[in-house]
């Protein structure tokens, strides 16, 4: 997921998996600009990786764990594709040194 690639979509995602914030909340938590971090969350939602929900004139966001447990399976894919990988690579260097 594209999305959650950039180190600080990242760490917005970290932030809000503790629990929903506001968007205030969320940038002073970072040493970027506070458009620039309106930005990454616009990202995010428009991914489908954050939720929002508006208060009166405030932005609460969170996490949609769907989401998450989409990105937690396609890791887990890559992950068992490396193994194989690996281990194949691994009996060709044992075949190898016989």
Known sequence: ??????????????VLVAGERSAGEIAAGFDISRPAV??????????GVLRVRN????RFYSVDSAALDEVGDWLEAQRGRWNTALDALERAMDEGES
């Open 55 to 58: 208060q009166g004139r405030q």
């Open 1 to 14: 997921m594209e999305a959650i690639g950039e180190p600080n979509r990242r760490r917005v995602v970290e």
């Open 38 to 47: 309106s930005q990454h969350l616009r990202v995010l939602v428009e991914a």
